[in-house]
T-cell receptor
Framework: AQSVAQPEDQVNVAEGNPLTVKCTYS??????LFWYVQYPNRGLQFLLK??????LVKGSYGFEAEFNKSQTSFHLKKPSALVSDSALYFC?????????????FGTGTRLKVLA | NAGVTQTPKFRILKIGQSMTLQCAQD?????MYWYRQDPGMGLKLIYY???????DKGEVPNGYNVSRSTTEDFPLRLELAAPSQTSVYFC???????????FGQGTRLTVV
């Protein structure tokens, strides 16, 4: 079955420290992988994606993610966390199923950056 | 730039009532989606459309219906509201299958 796992419900990090939000996936074929961020009472906003090419993908607001095919992971990272990064983060995979593309979302990880 | 617009933002329904959640996008995207978001459950796909006149079921379609008569609009219909449909509903669109999606701000629905 196609799936995405975000093993941590919440990640706490001190401001200025590096952060990592984990994501692993299970899909057949080549995955399209995405990270989205959700601020309170808002819709999801696109951060970055991996389609093909370099395993390190850079996105909005200083975030980056590393695609690791052997570990089937796509962890989100940022070298120096800001309090304003506190939000809910979703990993998503987009397999090609039944003739079309569909997103499969993880359950989300709440990031809390402490001042 | 309007993007994806959802109305209403909030609604309280009584059990058995019906309503339509509206979604419109002005980006000429072919793909449109309806998701529901429940606490700790991530987003579940209800219905999606790959173009005007074409719709298909997602993971959790029971209790919902959709139509796509134009590229811009993708309304979601609840015919007989049930408490299990209490959730936050998000509409999204994307230009094609391998691109990122753009989300509306959501509709918070409570069924009592």
């Amino acid at each position: 079955a196609q799936s995405v796992a975000q093993p941590e419900d919440q990640v706490n990090v001190a401001e200025g420290n590096p952060l990592t939000v984990k994501c692993t996936y299970s899909v057949s074929g080549n995955p399209y992988l995405f990270w989205y961020v959700q601020y309170p009472n808002r819709g999801l906003q696109f951060l970055l994606k991996y389609i093909t090419g370099d395993n390190l993908v850079k996105g909005s607001y200083g975030f980056e993610a590393e695609f690791n095919k052997s570990q089937t992971s796509f962890h989100l990272k940022k070298p120096s966390a800001l309090v304003s990064d506190s939000a809910l983060y979703f990993c998503a995979v987009r397999p090609y199923l039944s003739g079309t593309y569909k997103y499969i979302f993880g359950t989300g990880t709440r990031l809390k950056v402490l001042a | 730039n309007a993007g994806v617009t959802q109305t209403p933002k909030f609604r309280i329904l009584k059990i058995g009532q019906s309503m339509t959640l509206q979604c419109a996008q002005d980006m000429n995207h072919n793909y449109m989606y309806w998701y529901r978001q429940d606490p700790g459950m991530g987003l579940k796909l209800i219905y999606y459309s790959v173009g005007a006149g074409i719709t298909d079921k997602g993971e959790v379609p029971n209790g919902y219906n959709v139509s796509r008569s134009t590229t811009e609009d993708f309304p979601l219909r609840l015919e007989l509201a049930a408490p299990s449909q209490t959730s936050v509903y998000f509409c999204a669109s994307s230009p094609s299958g391998d691109t990122e999606a753009f989300f509306g701000q959501g509709t918070r629905l409570t069924v009592v």
